[in-house]
């Protein structure tokens, strides 16, 4: 596609047009990602969180050439430009003409839930036979689906896609995009309800996708749900073409008798939940749909393994961080992890390790080429290649290169490599096992670990964003480790998100952060005199609180540059400048020109409860009448801000220039007036020890003070109190989450571990034990053992392993 048919398909007006006939190789949504510049095509997206015409110069300065914007804009120099009403709308019809140019079976899955796995599972069903595209990850949105149907091209002989919504009105333009010719339909169930006035009305809605499509496989068990005569469902009601007539459990495995167009079928599928054989059956259909026979159906389902959706970053050996994504590796999913690789800052060094890329239908030459090209764009230092044809990447990659013919082949060589303070990317197609590499190179300390979720993170800061005028600034606490959640990692991501400002307690917090890559500017809670210096060199702006500290800072500044933060005193009573001290202050500062001040600041004691209205708003009058004070008398016009998460909420009157985020990013609302707007972001998680049965009578742990009342079964669990799950969990306080269902402690938390009653729940070792997360809610603890939230999150010790991951 040409620029001059870009301007055709979009009916956009041409602003510049220096090159028309310039083919167009990729398109480019967000600036701050990593991308090839020849070729690209930048969508300037005025949004809600930020305007993406803002970045035109930078990225023409990167080498970009090609834009679509919705404002008028000039060019520093040659280019191509054209003005649309809306980009989004430009990048769907620019992605539509494109997938109008392929006859190619195209299917499209929509649903509540398993759209991404049963997407995954049927690229490896159908990849023995087709060469296949399809979305990287879940890529579903309004964004996303163009951007996977863009991948589509000339080699491919079979697409899937996946498309989800989350209000009306927005199905028939994915149905467009994608112009699918075969449907699945996953199942419906009560997720972004929010959006839609009924169920109905939710089904009528997903529908929509189905419109040019010749069939649509769905399981025609469900109530309510059909799709006239392009139905093509399973089930055992009979309502489906194919007939479900048994089921069966064994061991490991779920077999199915069924029968289709009266000839019969036995399978067997490797799960034995409900919605891994629900999702598999959906492969199952559509392989009978194309004719597959029941022997190669049956292979296909052989390979289906559970698979990790999600890209994880966790910390290495070494000081090292790996981003595990050993499951599949097409070209869109690589683009992907290259992407979430460049997201990090926190190491400079950039290591990708990469299998041959499998079935992708390019030739050698140009698909190395390509990959190469992503591998530059991204800076990555070294690449390690392990496969026969891996090998063409040598001649196009910048950076250093190592080829190996097998995965054991290089894990006896790994000792020769530089892997130390690293971000490690390890991406390999299933055959090549690279879980054997990510065993070597993860730190391994126990079975506990915090996960975070960086899209609920992302989804909680757009969130209170959306609370902000244009204007107002946001800086984010991450002091204590970011409430527990790990202040590099969060920092980047924030960083990353272009937030203003970071808040942290002590100066040591502020000096890892530089360490780790962030460059944000960074205030600093608690100074004291000892870390002037070390503030200084890492470019740290203290909070300076009263005149004594004021004093000594100006006299270890002898003069030098800085900047300062000023915090009043307006009812907290903790730290501040009581109304007396200004005359003082305002001499000091007038006298030392030297001393920038960035910002004045006071924090209110009740932000979150309505009774302390009325003190939150004298707080508020006195900081405004001294803030004003300190400002006309200088004549300064720092930042001034009052309101943390709650008030930011609460008092949108009282934002002033700047709010400062805390715990709010982290998933919990204390007002709890809009907490279902808020994503859970950790997961406390850790594995059972040990099960063994009790007689009754017998009794646990410590001070005996577990007694069997009856015959039980129980649990060892590696978590204790040194772990942070404190010993007010003891004796059936605590509760925690194993095999869909809740278990009480018994006896006394330990120091490393804890016993739970899992009488007649089936629970076997190794069984994945949640402590909080989606069933266990934090505030619930907290409740139960008479603290807040904020202790629960910083309380969850540095000994246990976080690991971050983005769907
Ligand atoms: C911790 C802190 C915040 C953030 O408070 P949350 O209740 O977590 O939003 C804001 N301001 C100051 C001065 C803080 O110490």
């Known amino acids: 596609m040409t620029f001059k048919e870009v301007l055709h398909i979009?009916?956009?007006?041409?602003?510049?047009?220096?090159?028309?006939?310039?083919?167009?190789?990729s398109l480019l949504i967000d600036s701050r990602k990593p991308f090839i510049a020849k070729g690209a095509v930048f969508f300037a997206v005025d949004g809600s969180n930020h305007d993406g015409h803002e970045y035109i110069n930078d990225l023409y300065a990167k080498g970009i050439r090609n834009f679509i914007v919705e404002k008028d804009v000039a060019l520093p120099g040659d280019g191509n430009v054209v003005k649309v009403k809306s980009s989004i709308e430009a990048l769907q019809k620019i992605t539509k003409y494109h997938r109008q140019q392929f006859d190619i079976p195209t299917i499209a899955i929509t649903g509540s839930n398993g759209k991404t796995i049963v997407k995954e599972w049927l690229y490896s069903c159908l990849s023995t036979k087709f060469r296949i595209v399809k979305s990287p990850h879940s890529f579903n949105s309004q964004i996303g689906v163009p951007l996977s149907v863009w991948n589509m091209s000339g080699e491919h002989e079979l697409a899937i896609f996946e498309a989800g919504i989350s209000k009306a009105g927005e199905m028939q333009k994915l149905a467009d995009i994608i112009q699918p010719t075969i449907g699945i339909f996953t199942n419906l169930g009560t997720a972004h309800d929010e959006g839609f006035e009924s169920r109905e009305k939710?089904?009528?809605e997903k529908k929509q996708l189905f419109k040019t499509a010749q069939v649509v496989v769905f399981n025609a068990d469900q109530q309510g749900i059909n799709f006239g005569n392009k139905g093509f469902g399973w089930g055992e009601s009979g309502n489906g073409e194919i007939q479900v007539v048994e089921t069966h459990a064994d061991k490991s495995y779920t077999n199915i008798r069924l029968t289709y167009k009266s000839k019969d079928y036995t399978l067997a599928i490797p799960f034995l939940d409900h919605s891994s054989i629900e999702n598999a059956m959906h492969c199952v259909a559509t392989m009978l749909y194309l004719d597959f026979s029941e022997h190669e159906i049956q292979e296909a389902l052989k390979k289906l393994h559970g698979i990790g959706m999600r890209l994880e970053l966790k910390r290495a050996i070494n000081g090292s961080y790996l981003i595990d994504d050993t499951y599949n590796n097409d070209l869109a999913g690589l683009k992907q992890a290259i992407e979430f690789l460049s997201l990090q800052n926190q190491k400079k060094r950039k290591v990708i390790i990469l299998s041959d890329l499998l079935q992708s239908g390019l030739q050698h030459d140009v698909l190395y080429k390509e990959i190469a090209e992503l591998i530059n764009a991204a800076n990555i230092e070294m690449t390690i290649g392990i496969g026969e044809h891996i090998t063409s990447l040598k001649k196009y990659v910048l950076g250093d290169t190592a080829f190996f013919n097998s995965t054991k082949q290089f894990l006896e060589n790994i000792c020769n490599f530089d892997l130390a303070s690293s971000l490690i990317l390890v991406k390999g197609a299933r055959v090549y096992q690279f879980e054997k590499i990510t065993r070597v190179l993860e730190e391994r300390i126990h079975g506990t670990v915090l996960e975070i979720n960086l899209d609920a993170l992302t989804n909680n800061l757009n969130f209170y964003r959306s609370k902000l005028k244009d204007e107002t600034k946001l800086m984010v606490m991450v002091k204590a480790f970011a409430y527990g959640s790990g202040s590099f990692e969060v920092a980047n991501l924030l960083q990353f998100h272009r937030v203003d400002y970071l808040g942290v307690a002590y100066a040591d917090e502020g000096v890892q952060l530089r360490n780790n890559g962030v460059y944000l500017p960074i205030m600093v809670l608690n100074p004291s005199e000892e870390s002037f210096e070390s503030m200084l060199e890492h470019d740290l702006e203290p909070e300076i609180y009263n005149l004594s500290l004021l004093h000594?800072?100006?006299?270890?500044?002898?003069?030098q540059k800085a900047s300062i933060h000023i915090k009043l005193e307006t009812g907290m009573k903790r730290l501040g400048f009581e109304r007396q001290d200004l005359d003082e202050l305002i001499e000091l500062l007038k006298a030392n020109k030297n001393i920038e001040v960035k910002s004045i600041f006071s924090h209110l004691a009740g932000a979150d409860e309505s009774r302390h209205n009325d003190f939150s708003?004298?707080?508020?009058?006195?900081?405004?009448?001294?803030?004003?004070?300190?400002?006309?008398?200088?004549?300064?016009k720092p930042l001034r801000h009052l309101v943390n998460s709650a008030g930011t909420l609460r008092f949108p009157e009282f934002h002033y220039d700047m709010v400062r985020l805390g715990i709010g990013l982290y998933g919990l609302e204390t007002n709890e007036e809009e907490q279902d707007k808020l994503l859970n972001i950790s997961t406390l998680k850790t594995v059972v020890s040990q099960v063994r049965k009790l007689e009754k009578g017998e009794t646990v742990g410590y001070g005996r003070n577990g007694v069997a009342e009856k015959p039980m079964e129980i649990a060892t669990i590696a978590i204790g109190y040194a772990d942070g799950y404190t010993r007010a969990f003891s004796k059936g306080i605590g509760e925690v989450w194993v095999n869909g269902k809740r278990a009480k402690v018994i006896g006394n938390v330990c120091?490393?571990?804890?016993?739970?009653?899992?009488?007649?729940?089936?629970v076997k070792e190794r069984d994945e034990v949640e402590i909080f997360g989606p069933h266990i809610p934090i505030q619930e603890l907290a409740n139960k053992t008479n603290t807040i939230p904020y202790e629960i999150l910083t309380n969850v010790s540095q000994r246990v392993k976080r690991v971050y991951y983005a769907e």
């Open 751 to 762: 120091m490393d571990m804890t016993m739970i009653d899992v009488t007649g729940m089936n």
């Open 10 to 25: 979009t009916g956009g007006k041409s602003l510049k047009s220096d090159s028309p006939d310039l083919a167009i190789k």
């Open 202 to 204: 939710k089904f009528e």
């Open 617 to 636: 708003k004298q707080q508020a009058a006195v900081f405004n009448q001294g803030s004003q004070r300190i400002m006309s008398e200088l004549a300064i």
């Open 552 to 559: 000594s800072f100006i006299q270890f500044l002898d003069g």
